[in-house]
């Protein structure tokens, strides 16, 4: 609101299957179309709900999360690739000559477009999984010392914690080169040439962190 009311278009791009982002009056919706339904995105929100109150055994709780991980990641991603192989809908946002894409980076694919349009980028998120975050910010998060999400590990660990640390980040590492990947290879198809996760994760001209750090 308050950047249309200093004079700014927008543009939003949104699936059709698209669950939350509707007409909105102080912005242009475009539609992309996608080889899945709304109730399909619906459906996987709703599964991926239940299983947090799943008690299962370890084990068998990873092996699901893996699954699921991998069928969620390969529903958004189909999506993105549908945006930028759409040759009509991304002439259009060349010749409208924006001034810089508004992005979250927790699926990649606003950075691809900011490259592919030549724009700057704006990043807004409340945070990114696997450190990737550090990573495109080149900041320092050796796990010895930085405690992982959901460890409940603090800043002063012995060895155990430490362990328990080294654990999650390998995990982490695991789930997300399933998840982000495909990615780079898609980036590096587009934009023709050899572009990594972490470039797109480098590409932002300004990090907007919508998180609290109160504690």
Known sequence: EQLHQRGHDMVVLASEASVH???????????????????????????????VFENEPLLQRVVKTYKKVKEDSALIFSACSHLLHN???????????????????????????????GLPAVFFLNALPCGLDFQGTQCPNPPSYVPRALSLNSDHMTFLPRVKNMLIFLSESFLCNVVYSPYGALASEVLQKDVTVQDLMSSASVWILRSDFVK
């Open 21 to 51: 982002i509707k007409e909105g009056a102080f912005y242009t919706l475009k539609r992309y179309p996608v080889p899945f339904r709304r109730e399909d995105v619906e459906e996987a929100f709703i599964k991926l709900g239940h299983g």
């Open 87 to 117: 040759k009509e809908l991304m002439a259009s946002l060349v010749e409208s000559r924006f001034d810089a894409v508004l992005a979250d980076p927790f699926l990649p694919c606003g950075p691809i477009v900011a490259l592919y349009l």
